[in-house]
C-alpha cells in the first residue's frame, strides 16, 4: 500500500507533498520566464495549474528571478476598485519584502486612477527597488470575472506596462503570468478596447502514461499495467487519475481491470458521483455557467454520438466546451476528453439536461414561419448580391524586389531580407462606406457599433469587425482580394530603406499620424495625415486603426521565415491561436505605431481599434 502523499487530488502537489508529474508545460513556462516573456496558462479546473505556478516560482527563485504569486480570488470580489487594486499591490509588496508603505504611497497619489496607480507602482516603485528580474504570477484571473467593476482598465495597464518595454528598459526585466479557468476572450471585457492578446499561451495537457509512470509504485506488484487501465478511463486526467490511483491503493485488495471498473462506479457514478466536486464544475459549466445551454449541449451531443466535429476557433460555444474540459481537441476535431465524462455526461443526460422544446404544433407553426422568411431574405439576399457591388478602391502598386523587414527588439527579430513579387495594397484603409456596401448585399456582417452607417462616419475606418468579417470583405471586393500577408504589409509601410515609420525616421507628431495624443482624438477619417504617408504613399500605416493582415502570429516565427514571398506561419502555434495585427491605433503609443512592430490579436475579437485594409495579385 502506498504512502498517501504519493497521491494529490487537491490543491498543490507542492501543499500536499506528494509527487510531482513533469509534462511539456513545465519546461514552456519556465523557458518563457527566463526569457523574460509574458504568458498565460488558461484550462479547465483540477488539471495542475497551480501546481505548475508553484514549481515554476521554485525553479526561477533558485536561478535568482523574484517572483511573487498573487491569488486575486483572496483579494475578493465584492470590494471597490480602490480596495482591489490595493489587495493587489499588498500582495506583491509583502511577497517581495519591499520597504514602500503601500497603503501611504495609494494614498497620496489618490488623484490617480487605479489603474494608472498600478503602471506607476511598477515603475516608480517596484522596479526601482528590486533590481533583479521579476515574475508576477496572477492565480484564479477567471475571479476577476465576478467583480462588479469593469476590469478593462486592470487589462489596459497591464498592456501599458508590456508596451512600456520598448522605451523604458526598466520594463524588460517585469514578466507577467495570467492562469485561470477563461479562455483568451472572457479577459475583453469591452468592445471598445483593444484585446488583451499579450504573452503566449502555455498548454496544459492530460498526463501521458509515461510522465505518470512514478504513480504505479502504490499499485502493486503490477502497478504499470494497473495504471494502464486507470488511464483508459482517466485519459490522464489529473486530477481523475490522482484520485483513482489513491483509492485503489488504500481499497483494492487485488489489483485487476475489473476492480479499476468498479472503482470508477464507487467514485464518479450515482450519488458519489454527483458529489464529486470535478465532475460538479462540469456539469455547472454545461448548463448553469452556459452561455447557450441548448447550444452548448446540441454541440456536445453531436461529439457524444461520434460525429466529427471540426474546433472552430471563431465558436464562443466550442470554446467554452473546451474549458469545461469534457472535450479536447484531437487533429483539428473535438473529441470526449475521457471515457468517466463520457459516462457521466452521456445521451440520457444530454436529454435530460436539455432546455424543454417547445410543444410540436408551436413548432411546426414557427418552422412554416422560419422556412417562408428564410425563403424571403434568399430572395432579397439574390437580389441585393445583384443590386449592391463593391465601391472603387484606390490600390498603390508595390514592386518587386527585396526589403529589410525585422528589427533588433526582441519580438521583431531577426532582421532578415525578404523578397516580395510585385501586388497591390489599398492606398486607404477600408471605410465604413465601403464595407456598408457589403453588408447591404448580404456578403458581410453588421459591425459592432451603432454608427459605421452615419453619414458623418462613412468615411472613417470601418471597425468593430473580426479577421474572417475582413478577409470576407477582401475577397468580396475584388475577385484577387485577400489582406495582406504581414511581409507585404512592412514592405508598404517602410520600403525598402529599413526606416522606423512609413514617413522615415524623424520623430511623431501630430501632422503625422492620429496617435499618441493626449486625450487622445479618436478615429478620423481616411487619408488626414498626407505627411506620414509611405514612401509609395500608402496612408495611415501608423495610428488610426490597427489592420488584421493574414498571418498566424508566431513570437520565433522570423527565425524560420521564407525569405521569397512568406506567407506567415501555416498553422498558429501550439496552444495560441492569434493573427498579426500592424500599425497601431488612435489609442497607442509611439512604440506602438513603427512600421516593425508586431500586434496580434485573437481572430474572432474585434473593436474600435482595429480595422484593415485589403490586398490582391496583379
Avoid at 16 to 41: M, N, Q, S
Avoid at 524 to 530: D, E, M, Y
Avoid at 533 to 561: K, N, P, Q
Wanted: charged residues 20%; contains cysteine.
Amino acid at each position: 500500500m502506498a504512502d498517501q502523499v504519493l497521491y494529490t487530488v487537491g490543491g498543490t502537489v507542492q501543499a500536499g507533498g506528494g509527487i510531482y508529474i513533469k509534462r511539456k508545460a513545465d519546461d514552456d513556462l519556465l523557458a518563457l520566464c527566463r526569457k523574460g516573456e509574458w504568458a498565460t496558462v488558461l484550462s479547465s479546473r483540477q488539471v495542475g495549474k497551480s501546481s505548475l505556478m508553484v514549481r515554476t516560482a521554485r525553479q526561477l527563485e533558485k536561478e535568482n528571478i523574484d517572483s511573487v504569486i498573487i491569488d486575486l480570488s483572496a483579494i475578493g470580489v465584492n470590494i471597490s476598485s480602490d480596495e482591489w487594486y490595493l489587495g493587489v499591490l499588498s500582495e506583491i509588496a509583502n511577497g517581495l519584502d519591499l520597504k514602500t508603505n503601500i497603503f501611504e504611497w495609494w494614498e497620496e497619489r489618490k488623484q490617480l486612477g487605479p489603474a494608472q496607480r498600478l503602471t506607476t507602482f511598477f515603475r516608480d516603485t517596484l522596479l526601482k527597488e528590486i533590481k533583479k528580474r521579476i515574475v508576477l504570477f496572477f492565480d484564479e484571473i477567471d475571479s476577476v470575472l465576478s467583480i462588479s467593476f469593469s476590469m478593462d482598465d486592470f487589462f489596459a495597464a497591464l498592456r501599458a506596462a508590456y508596451n512600456a518595454r520598448s522605451t523604458t528598459p526598466d520594463f524588460m526585466r517585469l514578466s507577467i503570468v495570467l492562469i485561470g479557468v477563461a479562455t483568451p476572450s472572457d479577459l475583453i471585457i469591452g468592445s471598445k478596447r483593444t484585446p488583451y492578446n499579450i504573452g503566449r499561451q502555455v498548454e496544459l495537457t492530460d498526463f501521458t502514461l509515461e510522465e505518470a509512470k512514478q504513480l504505479s509504485a502504490g499499485l502493486g506488484i503490477n502497478g504499470e499495467t494497473v495504471l494502464a487501465w486507470i488511464f483508459e478511463w482517466t485519459g490522464g486526467h489529473p486530477y481523475l487519475t490522482q484520485l483513482l490511483c489513491a483509492y485503489m491503493s488504500k481499497n483494492a485488495e487485488s489489483f485487476t481491470k475489473d476492480r479499476v471498473r468498479g472503482a470508477v462506479g464507487s467514485l464518479f457514478e450515482g450519488e458519489q458521483g454527483k458529489q464529486d466536486n470535478n465532475l460538479r464544475f462540469v456539469r455547472d459549466m454545461l448548463t448553469k455557467r452556459a452561455p447557450d445551454v441548448q447550444r452548448v449541449l446540441g454541440v456536445y451531443k453531436e461529439i457524444r454520438s461520434g460525429k466529427k466535429v471540426l474546433d472552430d476557433e471563431r465558436s464562443a460555444v466550442k470554446s467554452h466546451l473546451k474549458i469545461s474540459g469534457v472535450v479536447r481537441r484531437h487533429d483539428k476535431h473535438l473529441i470526449p476528453r475521457n471515457r468517466i465524462y463520457e459516462n457521466a455526461f452521456d445521451l440520457n443526460w444530454i436529454r435530460e439536461n436539455t432546455p424543454s422544446q417547445i410543444t410540436r404544433a408551436i413548432f411546426i407553426v414557427v418552422s412554416l414561419l422560419a422556412i417562408m422568411i428564410v425563403s424571403l431574405f434568399a430572395i432579397t439576399g439574390q437580389l441585393n448580391r445583384f443590386i449592391y457591388r463593391p465601391l472603387s478602391m484606390e490600390w498603390v502598386i508595390i514592386p518587386a524586389g527585396e526589403f529589410t523587414m525585422g528589427s533588433e527588439n526582441p519580438s521583431e527579430g531577426p532582421v532578415h531580407i525578404v523578397y516580395l513579387n510585385t501586388y497591390q495594397i489599398g492606398k486607404y484603409e477600408v471605410t465604413n462606406n465601403q464595407y456598408y456596401v457589403c453588408v447591404k448585399a448580404g456578403i458581410c456582417v453588421t459591425p459592432r457599433n451603432d454608427f459605421y452607417n452615419q453619414a458623418e462616419k462613412m468615411n472613417y475606418p470601418v471597425t468593430d469587425i473580426d479577421w474572417f468579417d475582413a478577409k470576407t470583405f477582401c475577397e468580396w471586393n475584388d475577385r484577387n482580394g485577400r489582406l495582406p500577408s504581414e511581409a507585404e504589409w512592412e514592405k508598404a509601410a517602410r520600403g525598402n530603406s529599413g526606416s522606423i515609420y512609413p514617413w522615415g525616421n524623424a520623430p511623431w507628431n501630430s501632422d503625422l499620424a492620429n496617435c499618441c495624443q493626449t486625450p487622445v482624438i479618436g478615429l478620423q477619417s481616411v487619408g488626414q495625415h498626407p505627411m506620414g504617408a509611405s514612401i509609395y504613399s500608402v496612408y495611415d500605416m501608423a495610428g488610426s486603426v490597427w489592420e488584421w493582415v493574414g498571418d498566424w502570429y508566431s513570437v520565433d516565427y522570423y527565425l524560420t521565415t521564407s525569405s521569397n514571398n512568406p506567407t506567415g506561419p501555416s498553422e498558429p502555434s501550439i496552444g495560441a491561436s492569434a493573427r498579426v495585427i500592424r500599425g497601431g491605433s488612435w489609442q497607442d503609443t509611439e512604440n506602438a505605431i513603427r512600421s516593425t512592430f508586431r500586434g496580434n490579436s485573437d481572430p474572432t475579437l474585434f473593436n474600435a481599434a482595429i480595422g484593415f485594409r485589403c490586398a490582391r495579385s496583379p
